[in-house]
């Protein structure tokens, strides 16, 4: 028995020491990441140090398709894109907290897709215990039992070295966060969705999103971007009325005639860079517009 006992402490030393040098090692590398559009990067410099005047925010569909160089250069603005792939409500939300405490963003560029509403809550583990924000959301996601197996730095790391490689692969070191895709679909099949799934948790934070900019008074502008695979009219129609009820800017250019063509389309979802490009100036043609009627679309206490 006494043996047995000793060589447990001796297990239990060991891993507690293999989850510290995690801990040091995932945290430094963290603090030292350098800028990429790469995911963990991109994630890393989105929630916890970059500032703005004008934050794009969404899934795949911002990251791809909304050039916050073009924006700043017609604006005089400065602008960043915190887009991500496969991001849904409560990343755009926590993205926009963490703007907050560093720099109050002037205008707020809002992408959104049936991906925002109808996933189920998550956040990327290596994140927790980096700042005030992420662990407050983790709060309203997170189970207690899940937030205390995340005190384990092997557990809160899981994955995350393996997705390191990626920053050596990504090609884009610029520090505003776009991806510009080069390539061109040819096979695509418009596919009409009228189905519509919103989940409560994903809701609660679109509310606090427009909550938010409301209390700060950021312009808040919705969009749904163009694309030629598929179209939920059914969610068109419920963030068109949203955004309504809310007086909150909103423009769907899901299926716009300028943007019927393969041609301005990378896949079957997402624009290429010449879609990106005519997209994001309709985008630079809206903020110059809104600028000068902010009594239209202000808030309405």
Known sequence: ??????????????????????????????????????????????????????????????????????????????????????????????????????????????????????????LSKFLYGMSPVVDDFSKRVWSWDERLKLHSNLYRFNGFFPQLTSLFLNKNKNNDGYTPLDGQYTDAKRILYHHLIIDPSEKMFLDDFVETCKKNSIKLMVYISPTYYHNNYAFNSYLRNYCSLKNIYFKDMSQPDGFRSFRYYNDRDHVNRKGAQIFTDSIIKDIKNYRNDTQRYSYQN
């Open 1 to 122: 028995m006494k043996v047995f006992i000793r060589k447990l402490i001796v297990v239990i030393l060991i891993v507690t020491c293999i989850d510290l040098i995690v801990g040091f090692t995932g945290n430094a590398v963290v603090m030292h990441m350098p800028e990429s559009s790469a995911f963990i990067s991109h994630t890393i410099y989105s929630v916890l140090r970059k500032s703005t005047d004008i934050l794009v925010i969404g899934a795949s569909k911002a990251k791809h398709g909304i050039d916050p160089l073009k924006i700043r250069d017609s604006t005089g603005l400065g602008c960043y894109n915190a887009g991500e792939d496969g991001q849904d409500m409560i990343y755009y939300d926590m993205v926009l907290h963490g703007f907050l405490n560093r720099k109050k963003p002037k205008i707020v560029i809002l992408d959104m897709a049936p991906l925002a509403l109808d996933n189920k809550p998550g």
